[in-house]
């Protein structure tokens, strides 16, 4: 298969799916219809509720959700071929991941910017609210652990046995660091210029992507920063903690708009390499492999494996938390949800199937020079595009590298903090009463565990001692535990648009699939974990994952009972 041939192929698909089904799904639930304010307006508090231009929303909507799914996803399913993967992308995105997304932000903006865990106590019930906050609250502190590592690594030198640095290894880590450093500086800039000094948009556009260029060009000649991967783990926490706090006009939202275009940059260099190299997937990429494949770790089975693992490039329950937690409370208005919402996750499906592009070349590549092969999500994706550029403009290399790697670690950033708000939104919530806010908490205990400083710091230090003490040993269940995230969200937008009399048909399916490959993949999780506890020797890792998984499919069973109670007997909600 040509890949230029496959990438335009799912790029029309795509864009017909945008306008044609998302169109319908606008008329069925009336999307700007209430000619209301959205809660960014009613609810301002120039924190959190804060107004933002549609590009800026964008920018911080893709960022958030994108982070290193659409590339590890693909990277990760390839054992099964091509075909199966591309397949998933195409009709996960269109039918599956934009109507979760999508339905998740309208519901938000229509319920004062409220969490899907609000949404749930409204109109299911409180128990089924506070079970699905902790259970969010828990998948985000692992987020938190793993993305900190990630980036941590990505930022930390390397040092050989013997302890001492190696500056030729560490070099790209630093220069790394140091952008992204600088990058946090000029966004900061950039949010004071357009909201403080109204600065025109189109101006601070090009002078910000201008900044970029000079910060990385910065970057690549002087990066002094060699600190360790333990001391970044602390250095990011520290970051992530202030980020998550301040309000979002200062940082959030003008750093996510400004990496946006280095998204942009990542698709556009991407989508040049496949078109002028356009690499033919050989025998190392078949179309399809086996249902059942050994990978090294045990049997894996297409279902349901291929739907855990492609997460982000066609459905992830994350991008419901942040649908309903952050981007609800800074839609300007109610039609920039479809663009914003279920645009981005067709946008995220056009960079799952740009990776399987980098992933046939890289795998050809690895069969021609097994001394140099390319190893790891990033290195795969990365180095897999850089090399299919470089062969028709040689030279090129080294700098394509550097930028695919500096937005990978921008995406991991940027749904890190992300992740952490989001955390300390849904630990507010949980002590709070339907309607109840945190400014409406004046004494007591209560009034410590609704403080968003506290619920901050707590987070940030659950989330990097986790990452620095083996988070790896349960992350075999983020999979399974994203994907039924996935599940109670359009469970949760099902029964609200059913409580209002509205069509709600397009989640029913949907729902049902995924709540299905959730059960089932927990089951094999804990079936292996089980044999390896059986089999002697195991640590605690084992142990966790088996209890952690029994415990999610309980949830999982709870939640679809009193949900299709709630489906079959609406309640009146407010629209």
């Known amino acids: 298969m040509n890949s230029l041939v496959l990438l335009i192929i799912c790029v029309a698909i795509l864009v017909a799916g945008y306008v044609c089904y998302g169109g319908w799904l606008c008329k069925q639930w009336g999307v700007g219809e209430n000619k209301t304010e959205t809660p960014a307006h009613t609810m301002e508090d120039g924190v959190d509720y804060v107004p933002a231009k549609a590009p800026v929303l964008m920018g911080h909507h893709f960022s958030s959700i994108a982070g290193a799914g659409p590339i590890t996803g693909p990277i990760g399913a390839a054992m099964f071929g091509w075909l199966p993967v591309t397949l998933w992308i195409l009709v996960g995105g269109i039918f599956f991941g934009g109507v979760h997304d999508f339905g998740a932000l309208f519901a938000s903006v229509r319920n004062k910017g409220q969490s899907i865990g609000e949404i749930i106590s409204a109109n299911m019930s409180k128990r089924a609210k506070q079970l699905f906050i902790i259970f969010s609250y828990l998948t985000l502190i692992l987020v938190v652990a793993a993305f900190a590592s990630i980036v941590a690594s990505t930022f930390g030198a390397v040092y050989d046995e013997s302890g001492a640095l190696d500056m030729a290894k560490s070099a790209t880590p630093a220069t790394v660091a140091m952008i992204s450093i600088l990058f946090i500086l000029i966004a900061i800039v950039f949010g004071f210029c357009v909201y403080r000094r109204n600065m025109p948009m189109g101006i601070a556009s090009v002078v910000g992507v201008l900044a970029i260029v000079v910060i990385m060009a910065i970057g690549m000649n002087f990066h002094p920063l060699?600190?360790?991967?333990?001391?970044?783990?602390?250095?990011v926490g520290l970051y992530i903690a202030i980020a998550s706090v301040t309000p979002v006009?200062?940082?959030?939202?003008?750093?996510?708009y400004l990496s946006s275009f280095l998204l942009y940059a990542m698709l556009a260099v991407a989508a040049f390499g496949v078109i002028v190299a356009h690499p033919t997937f050989d025998s190392t990429f078949p179309a399809v492999t086996s249902f059942a494949v050994d990978n090294g770790n045990g049997l894996q089975f297409m279902f349901p494996v291929l739907f855990t693992t492609v997460a982000c490039g066609a459905i992830s329950g994350f991008h419901s938390l942040v649908s309903s937690g952050t981007t609800s409370k800074q839609l300007d208005k109610e039609t920039d949800a479809k663009p914003i919402a279920y645009g981005g996750m067709?946008?995220?499906?056009v960079l799952a199937v740009l990776t399987l592009c980098a992933i046939g070349y890289a795998y050809k590549w690895n069969a021609a020079n097994?001394?140099?092969?390319?190893?790891?999500?990033?290195a795969i994706f990365g180095g897999g595009i850089a090399h299919m550029i470089d062969d028709i403009i040689p030279g090129s290399y080294s700098i394509l590298n550097s930028l695919l790697?500096?937005?990978y670690s921008a995406f991991c950033l940027t749904s890190l903090d992300t992740a952490t708000r989001l955390a300390r939104f849904?630990?507010?919530?949980?002590?709070?009463e339907p309607g109840e806010t945190a400014a409406d908490v004046k004494e007591g205990w209560k009034k410590v565990m609704v403080n968003p400083y506290f619920a901050t710091i707590l987070t940030v230090v659950l989330g990097i001692l986790l990452g620095m003490n083996g988070y790896g040993k349960i992350w075999g269940l983020f999979g399974a535990a994203n994907q039924l995230l996935a599940g109670i969200g359009l469970l949760a937008v099902a029964t609200w648009l059913g409580n209002l009399g509205k069509n709600n048909k397009m989640f029913l399916f949907p729902m049902g699939f995924m709540i299905i490959v959730t059960i089932s993949s927990l089951c094999l999780t804990v079936k292996n974990q089980v044999g390896m506890i059986m089999a002697g020797g195991a640590d605690w890792g084992p142990w966790a994952?088996?209890?952690?998984?029994v415990l999610l499919i309980v949830l999982a069973i709870v939640l679809v009972i009193e949900g299709v109670q709630t489906l079959k007997n609406p309640k009146k909600a407010n629209a």
């Open 545 to 549: 994952q088996s209890i952690l998984g």
């Open 346 to 349: 067709l946008l995220e499906c």
């Open 370 to 378: 097994p001394d140099n092969a390319l190893v790891g999500a990033t």
């Open 249 to 256: 006009w200062i940082l959030l939202q003008p750093r996510d």
């Open 405 to 407: 790697v500096l937005t």
């Open 226 to 235: 060699y600190l360790s991967t333990k001391t970044w783990m602390w250095i």
């Open 426 to 432: 849904m630990f507010q919530e949980f002590w709070l």
